[in-house]
């Protein structure tokens, strides 16, 4: 479309994935070998999602998807996951109202099946069957947060599921 005033092409939004990255890995199972020896008893497995997003620039976010999750058999941790992958984006174009929305929804669904794979494949390598997430309702996460925000006493309050900082 042309701005008939100017002559030059509308521009929409503008968004890229300038990187991805694994910011932290730890992988803990502190039964090590005696766990491997119980085979009879089924582990309950918890797992916890938050997002973080930051700027980095004029028009560059960081967002960071951390994943922890844990498996108990009785009193005892099997293991213990945590994994912070992170992603650089530039979106430029996005009215102020949806910048958040974006950033704590759309990019951590981009970020969420790599974080994924690194947790399969650590479990798998620590000597158990991979621990395959089920996929994120981050609109949901989004909604918590927001939700959390409005019951909070203090604006600056950010809830355990989500979280974000935004520029003015």
Do not use: W
């Not at 976010?61 to 058999?73: D, F, G």
């Amino acid at each position: 479309m042309t701005d008939p005033a100017s002559g030059a092409a509308a521009q929409g939004p503008v968004f890229g994935v300038l990187a991805q990255y694994l910011k932290d890995l730890s992988f803990e199972s502190p039964r090590a070998p005696d766990v491997f020896l119980q085979q009879d008893k089924n582990p309950q497995v918890g797992a916890d999602v938050k997002v973080e997003a930051r700027p980095l620039g004029q028009d560059v976010y960081e967002v960071e998807l951390s994943i922890e999750a844990s498996a108990r058999s009785g009193e005892d941790t099997v293991f213990v996951i945590e994994c912070l992958y992170a992603g650089v984006f530039q979106v430029s174009g996005l009215p102020q109202e949806h910048l958040g929305p974006f950033l704590m929804i759309e990019c951590p669904r981009l970020l969420f099946p790599f974080a994924r794979n690194i947790v399969a494949d650590s479990t798998r390598e620590g000597g158990f069957p991979p621990l395959l997430l089920q996929p994120v309702d981050f609109v949901e996460l989004y909604r918590k947060r927001l939700a959390e925000r409005t019951d909070a006493p203090a604006p600056s309050a950010t809830g355990p599921t989500s979280k974000i900082i935004l520029p003015n």
